[in-house]
């Protein structure tokens, strides 16, 4: 894979040109800004994915405030897992035995190693939820991070609630609108998803419990076609960070956007 992306680096990609990058996208100081990020899309970084974090933080500055997703998947009920499933005679000693969540410990699942780094990051703060955290750094972190619900783990009292009243913009660093997250606030603000129950371990009283809360039926299949539709009618400014395709826009447009498109082309469950 690396002798790959060196193949396919014209120049290697460090954290002032990556800076710079940024800037001429469009990413400026005091921005509060949601990334979601693929490092092999930049091409070879001096640095890995310290080189690209620490790139974003001097593109937004410490007045700013940077955001990434710190969803842990793993940590759930085992009866719902599909991808890949585990034996049913298996999920009663997953439920007892699983770590409870820490947001220290508990790494993210499937976000990529951009987001996997920021959350240990000194100085990043990481709310409180099993499943749906988010890695906050920057002047408005603890407002993010902080008060995060059990329940409608990407609602209103989630940080992508926060994120919507700072007026927060996006920013897909080589990926597109199938990773959207807020358009998970959408979904809730459009009422187009049953309420369903969910379980993941916790440390409740200073002990280790098995908590049940309530989400939505979370579903992100149709996101693609929404951003297609949303870039459609709406400023989304392109350009080129490294290698990777990036694309920056107001997450508060899209968001209502959403929820437009949702209520039109989503039957109610």
């Not at 007045?63 to 940590?75: E, Q, R």
């Amino acid at each position: 894979m690396e002798k790959q992306l060196i193949e396919q680096t014209d120049t290697p990609r460090t954290t002032e040109s990556l800076r710079k990058d940024l800037q001429l996208l469009g990413v400026k100081p005091g921005m509060t800004l949601i990334v979601h990020s693929s490092l092999k899309s930049i091409g070879w970084v001096c640095g890995d994915s310290q080189a690209v974090i620490d790139a974003l933080m001097d593109a937004v500055t410490a007045d700013g405030t940077l955001i990434l997703p710190a969803h842990s998947a793993a940590l759930s009920d085992p009866a719902d897992w599909i991808n890949p499933p585990v034996p049913e005679n298996w999920w009663e000693t997953i439920r007892k035995t699983m770590p409870a969540f820490d947001p220290k410990k508990t790494p993210t699942r499937g976000l990529g190693v951009i987001a996997e780094r920021f959350r240990s990051y000194p100085e990043v703060l990481r709310s409180y939820h099993p499943t749906m955290s988010f890695s906050a750094w920057g002047k408005k972190a603890a407002y993010v991070t902080n008060g995060h619900t059990l329940d409608d783990g990407l609602g209103e009292q989630s940080p992508l609630g926060k994120a919507y009243e700072l007026d927060a913009d996006v920013l897909f660093l080589g990926t597109d609108f199938d990773t959207h997250t807020s358009f998970h606030l959408s979904e809730h603000r459009s009422s187009v998803r049953k309420a369903i129950s969910k379980g993941a371990p916790i440390i409740e009283n200073g002990k280790r419990v098995w908590k049940n809360f309530l989400e939505i039926d979370y579903d992100d299949e149709q996101f693609g076609e929404v951003g297609k539709a949303f870039e459609s009618e709406f400023p989304v400014y392109g350009g080129k960070v490294g290698s990777a395709s990036c694309k920056l826009f107001k997450m508060r447009s899209s968001v209502d956007f959403g929820v437009k498109w949702m209520k039109e082309n989503i039957k109610e469950g």
